[in-house]
């Protein structure tokens, strides 16, 4: 700093100069000081002066060695009456600027000329109250030099060219003809090249194109564009001959025809597929001189295979959208429908001239407003909708059960533009689905009453052979019994079913250790088992809070379904573990396991393995289908991991009580 600006005593100044300045404000003034530039610096209303020192030749420092710290009005007082008013602009606010301002400065011992742009702003602090005039000086010397030398340059040439037109005007007067042919000459041979240099960089910003201009003789005049080289020109070779001087006759032959139809004036396309399979349009456009004379040919070829691909997949698919069975709609991210199909206008019952401009509220019942805003915050990070079940308005104001799934429409950038919707409707399947579980509940409660008759009359005649000497009878009824109860087991899973769907299955939860149920029905089971043997192995007793003879129901199932599915094997194995806030039940066994195309399916309702070792199994694929619904609704998980001829492992975990 102290090669740019001389030091300065701030406690040293006048009252209101700037040792009164906020501390940020000095610092500012400090750093304009250290810039290379002339910098002055006016404040207070007398105007105290601080400069750097490229400034000090500029304000004559030689003629007032007594500026710095002085007051402006003195040290111009000669022009004050000329600057004044500036300064009070400036103090007021305004910036105020004074360009090719001249000024004597003595220079190598010599005084000269030079020039700058004066710019005069106010200084302010933080709080904005105007305190000086800071002043920035840019040199413009060497530029205002160079305007003068060069008007002079220009002043010169122009006598030389008024001495060259003497000369030649001489020199027309006998040469007048041969000139003037010359002029058109070099205005022709500029424009050819002109022109040539134009279609050449069109030609080449022209994607996938070839193009070429042949003469009236058929000779190629230009070839240019980015597949030249693809298609086996090379402009060296080409341009300046004729076709028979490069390739075999029949090629040219094949052409011929075209060359000849173009350069009689008619313009046509032709389509071309080459020898690999691309697709190519070739358009010929006669080319007319200044007497609208055909003079040449203009062929250009592109390669339109992607363009072809897309409109055979374009046609491809709007076949597909027209003939679907299903409404298939687009809309924009604000939900505005910009397309409709046949069958969407047969299932809501609006045409397209319709709806399409109305949002997808016009077919949202009132209180499912809700979801389209909950599926579009889904949609618009990249995510699919699929089979979302809900309930639609039609034009005549039924509600249909739908099945929507929704996709996202995606630009070349990878950026949500819009949105695809299918709609199905499936309010005849939830019809058959209810008059199903109707039908089942109904027959399956039919059936208990008759069951349950069997079920007390096997009971007192077990009763009353317990002591009969006639084993074959006691035995067979024990038979029996087990067969009621394998039947009860069904009708319950169906009615259950049935009340699930309907909404009337009831969880009453309550506390009850987990373990000892698990015991209670491994103990259970084991009264009719004869060639397993299921092991038990817990962390330790745990609580949970849930339904106890529902979950019971649970491992009852995956305990039998154990036994069922392994007739081979021999362990069973039942773990009970407990982790952090949940508890893990797992039975594995050593049976025929699941493939993994089946795995992912089994929790579905009435879903069967069906393959050689399942064949003779009994079962409707319920059990799994109840089981999964019931830990479900405890807030747990069920699932399974299998092998194929390896045995399975089911599990299901559940909240804990701590």
């Not at 602090?125 to 800071?134: A, N």
């Not at 530029?143 to 220009?154: C, G, K, M, P, T």
């Not at 206008?345 to 019942?365: C, H, V, W």
């Not at 990878?414 to 008059?435: C, M, P």
Request: aromatic residues 8%; contains cysteine; negative net charge.
């Amino acid at each position: 700093m102290g090669a740019m600006i001389r030091a300065f005593d701030w406690a040293a100044t006048p009252l209101g100069g700037p040792a009164t300045w906020p501390v940020a404000l000095k610092q500012t003034v400090n750093l304009l000081l250290t810039t290379p530039f002339p910098v002055l610096i006016c404040w207070g209303e007398d105007y105290i002066q601080l400069y750097n020192d490229a400034f000090r030749p500029i304000n004559g420092i030689t003629k007032h060695p007594q500026a710095l710290g002085g007051s402006a009005r003195d040290t111009y007082a000669e022009i004050w009456d000329a600057i004044g008013p500036m300064f009070k602009q400036v103090m007021a606010g305004e910036a105020v600027s004074i360009p090719n301002f001249k000024v004597a400065m003595d220079r190598k011992g010599y005084t000269e000329d030079c020039y700058f742009d004066f710019s005069y702003s106010p200084i302010r602090d933080e709080e904005g109250k105007i305190h000086g005039v800071l002043v920035i000086c840019i040199e413009i010397t060497e530029q205002v030099r160079a305007i003068d030398e060069f008007q002079a340059l220009n002043e010169e040439m122009t006598a030389v060219n008024e001495e060259l037109a003497a000369s030649i005007e001489e020199l027309a007067a006998t040469n007048e003809e041969l000139a003037s042919t010359n002029d058109e000459l070099i205005v022709s041979q500029e424009s050819t090249r002109r022109t040539e240099k134009l279609f050449r960089s069109i030609a080449l910003n022209i994607p996938k194109s070839l193009i070429i201009v042949i003469d009236k003789s058929h000779r190629y005049v230009i070839i240019e564009g980015d597949i030249m080289e693809k298609l086996g020109y090379d402009r060296r070779d080409y341009e300046g001959k004729h076709p028979l001087e490069i390739g075999p006759p029949e090629r040219y032959e094949a052409s011929k025809h075209l060359y000849e139809r173009v350069l009689a004036g008619e313009k046509f396309s032709v389509d071309r597929k080459s020898t690999a399979g691309e697709d190519y349009m070739v358009h010929f456009v006669p080319l007319k001189n200044e007497f609208d004379e055909v003079d040449s040919g203009l062929i250009i070829a592109l390669d339109v295979t992607q363009i072809k691909q897309g409109e055979e997949r374009s046609a491809k698919l709007a076949a597909i959208v027209e003939s679907s069975d299903d409404a298939i709609i687009s809309k924009t991210l604000e939900s505005v429908i910009t397309s409709w199909n046949d069958s969407a206008q047969r299932m809501f019952g609006y045409a397209a001239d319709e709806i399409i401009g109305e949002t997808i509220y016009k077919l949202i019942p009132p209180d499912r407003q809700q979801e389209e805003p909950q599926i579009l915050a889904r949609l618009k990070s990249g995510e699919r909708v699929e089979h979302f079940e809900t309930k639609r308005l039609t034009k005549d104001g039924r509600l249909l059960d739908v099945s929507l799934s929704i996709s996202p429409v995606k630009d070349s950038q990878g950026n949500v533009i819009g949105l695809s919707k299918i709609a199905r409707d499936i309010t005849e399947r939830k019809l058959d689905e209810a008059r199903k579980n109707d039908f089942i509940g109904m027959v399956s409660h039919e059936l208990k009453t008759p069951l349950t008759s069997l079920n007390a009359v096997i009971q007192v005649a077990n009763a009353k052979l317990k002591n009969s000497e006639d084993r074959f009878l006691a035995g067979a009824m024990e038979k029996a019994n087990i067969q009621v109860k394998k039947m009860s087991a069904m009708i319950n899973g169906f009615l259950n079913i049935s009340r699930l769907e309907s909404g009337k299955i009831m969880i009453d939860k309550q506390h009850f250790s987990l373990d000892q149920l698990i015991v209670e029905n491994i103990d259970e089971i084991s009264l009719t088992l004869s060639g397993h043997i299921i092991q038990f192995k817990s962390s330790g007793p745990v609580t949970v809070n849930a339904d106890r003879d529902k979950i019971g129901s649970v491992i009852s199932n995956l305990l039998s379904n154990a036994v069922k599915y392994s007739p081979e094997g021999e362990i069973i194995q039942v773990n009970c573990e407990t982790t952090g806030n949940t508890v893990q039940v797992s039975i594995k066994d050593e049976g025929i396991g699941i493939n993994q195309q089946d795995i992912d399916k089994i929790f579905d309702r009435y879903y069967r393995v069906e393959n050689s070792s399942t064949r003779h199994i009994s079962g409707f694929g319920i059990g799994l289908y109840l089981s999964a619904e019931i830990i479900k609704r405890h807030e747990g998980e069920i699932w399974a991991e299998s092998q194929n001829g390896e045995g399975s492992t089911f599990y299901f975990s559940l909240p804990v009580i701590k």
